[in-house]
């Protein structure tokens, strides 16, 4: 019902910046909070951040906090997670996901494809 497409992944050095951008389409947003996911191969996919859509309240992971900054742009439907400082930890695939408050990713519902962020060391 929610359709979600992240984009602007890429590949950075350490240090560099990237902003994630995900489009949402569908049903309204209200109430929802919008949450982005990492995931290496093998890996448990993990809460990076997450943003109300409502009101723009922010929850950070402890591993990203002070570089990473999600926010929403209600107008055109989007959220963005911007990546500063960037460490070769942060690479994973990033998806975008809607749904009620969670920092679980099994609590989500609705989710992107993923955009793939490689920091080269």
């Known amino acids: 019902q929610v359709q979600l497409v992240e984009s602007g992944g890429g590949l950075v050095q350490v240090g560099g910046s990237l902003r994630l951008s995900c489009a949402a389409s569908?049903?309204?947003?209200?109430?929802?909070?919008m949450g982005w996911f990492r995931q290496v191969s093998g890996k448990e996919r993990e809460f990076v951040a997450a943003?109300?859509?409502?009101?723009?309240?922010?929850n950070y992971a402890d591993s990203v906090k002070g570089r990473f900054t999600a926010s929403r742009d209600k107008a055109k439907n989007t959220v963005y997670l911007q990546m500063n400082t960037l460490k070769p930890e942060d690479t994973a695939v990033y998806y975008c996901?809607?749904?009620?408050?969670?920092?679980?990713?099994?609590?989500?519902?609705?989710w992107g494809k993923g955009t793939q962020v490689t920091v080269s060391s």
């Open positions: 996901a809607a749904g009620p408050y969670s920092t679980v990713p099994g609590d989500y519902a609705s």
């Open positions: 569908g049903r309204t947003f209200d109430g929802y909070t």
């Open positions: 943003v109300t859509w409502t009101f723009g309240n922010t």
